[in-house]
């Protein structure tokens, strides 16, 4: 450890090169792949969303050995990145778990980089896990002081999982991603203001994490130093953005049971987490739905914290996309109703779906006695029965997807016939001896 370096930042740096250096475990190298597959298929299901096309054009003209996914068309590492990252926030499918939506900064950067240095597929694995490590220890260590200080964590811890994913590809040694981590803390920050009105900058803070983690990554590369306090001191990340509430910096370095990447998930549905236990339990226990007409009203009880979100509470009507996958009513309501919820173009083009405004204007939003974790759906039919639907009526609120079918869903209308060659080569891309070979797959 160099003498004057901040203990927490260089610890923090020495958890992550450890996992770097050590052979990976199986169940580490298939979470990697899963995720990867998660973040290519989401990517290329949003090519055409607002979004994703801004970003693009942002970018313009584009230079650069680096696949812009579903694109005839290359650029530079940062850019590549900051584009495939919004558009795999683009559509509400993206992974959660392991920080925040890791698979929208870690998974960009580490394919760029990957590319840019023509490093392995093991490498590119490696770094998507070091990646996930470091932004579930943030999250861990600072997300509920975050929370409660109104920031947004993909832009704010997010950069510590892209830098740390950036370092090892960049090669950096453990001094160098110690200063990427601090100067990744020096560009955080992102606002939650744009999901009441369901605006795209929530898609562009995905952009901006990753395009800083390689940022921060090129200034440590490049001999850049940092303050030893950018972590834990009095004016440091944790005192400022925590400012007020208490964070947990032994988060970072203390010993876990297990990798980050092995607690990151897939939605089963594309909306915002806070609903997703609420839709699948509906689903999972009445399938078939009711009809507006049957329903008198519904009750809908939940955590506090599932509510903590600009627009989760807002009533109808509902202007556009992000605004109906943001809401309690909507989500709930939408699923009691049968509608087609695992498609993210039902809650685009049916935002205004007078079925779901109908009931959603007979729905009462409650929050759970003592803040229980139980989730509990009332409906009330116009006969006189109560259909009462709880989460321990169902054995396991699990989150089981088929990574592999989802990516064959989004990905094949845009790579055909290279579809099942990109799912047999990251099946085995701890053998591949460049990660360009599946870049190129990618492209339009």
Not at 47 to 54: A, E, F, T, Y
Not at 313 to 322: F, G, I, K, T
Not at 390 to 408: C, G, L, Q, Y
Request: proline share 5%; glycine share 10%; aromatic share 6%.
């Amino acid at each position: 450890m160099r003498p004057g370096k901040s203990d927490r930042t260089t610890s923090f740096a020495e958890a992550l090169q450890t996992i770097a250096t050590t052979e990976l475990a199986p169940d580490a190298i298939r979470a990697a792949k899963e995720r990867l597959l998660d973040m290519l298929g989401v990517t290329l299901d949003g090519l055409d969303q607002p979004s994703s096309v801004v970003a693009f054009r942002s970018v313009g003209p584009c230079a650069g050995p680096c696949t812009v996914i579903g694109r005839n068309t290359t650029a530079a590492a940062a850019d590549a990145a900051f584009v495939n990252a919004v558009t795999s926030h683009t559509t509400g499918q993206e992974d959660c778990g392991g920080g925040v939506h890791p698979g929208t900064f870690v998974v960009p950067v580490s394919l760029a980089l990957g590319e840019q240095y023509g490093r392995s597929g093991k490498d590119v694995l490696s770094a998507i896990v070091v990646g996930y490590e470091a932004a579930q220890r943030m999250h861990t260590a600072a997300a509920a002081a975050l929370y409660s200080n109104k920031f947004r964590a993909v832009p704010t811890i997010g950069l510590f999982g892209a830098a740390a994913s950036a370092s090892i590809l960049s090669g950096l040694n453990t001094e160098q991603l110690a200063n990427a981590l601090n100067f990744a803390a020096n560009m955080a920050g992102g606002l939650l203001e744009s999901f009441a009105d369901g605006t795209m900058e929530l898609h562009v803070q995905a952009g901006l994490a990753a395009r800083g983690g390689i940022t921060a990554a090129a200034l440590a590369r490049g001999g850049g130093k940092t303050t030893p306090r950018t972590l834990d001191g009095p004016y440091g990340f944790f005192s400022t953005f925590g400012h007020g509430r208490s964070c947990d910096p032994d988060a970072l370095t203390i010993k876990t049971r297990e990798l980050g990447i092995l607690s990151a998930w897939s939605k089963p549905f594309p909306a915002c987490k806070g609903n997703l236990d609420t839709m699948l339990i509906i689903r999972s226990l009445q399938p078939v739905g009711f009809a507006p007409s049957e329903i008198e009203r519904v009750v809908l009880s939940r955590r506090h914290n599932d509510y903590d979100a600009p627009g989760m509470l807002a009533d109808p009507p509902y202007s556009n996309m992000v605004q109906a996958m943001i809401s309690a009513k909507f989500t709930s309501v939408a699923a009691l109703l049968g509608k087609p919820i695992t498609d993210w173009r039902y809650f685009k083009e049916s935002c205004r779906d007078p079925d779901v405004e109908e009931v959603a204007a007979k729905t009462s939003l409650l929050v759970a006695e003592n803040d229980v974790e139980e989730v509990t759906v009332e409906v009330v039919l116009k006969g006189g029965a109560t259909v009462t639907m709880r989460s321990s009526d169902m054995a396991d609120v699990s989150w089981e997807t088929d990574v592999r079918a989802k990516f064959e869903r989004l990905a094949a209308p845009r790579l055909h016939g290279a579809t099942r060659n990109v799912l047999d080569l990251v099946a085995n891309l701890e053998s591949a001896p460049d990660i360009g070979r599946l870049m190129k797959l990618v492209r339009a």
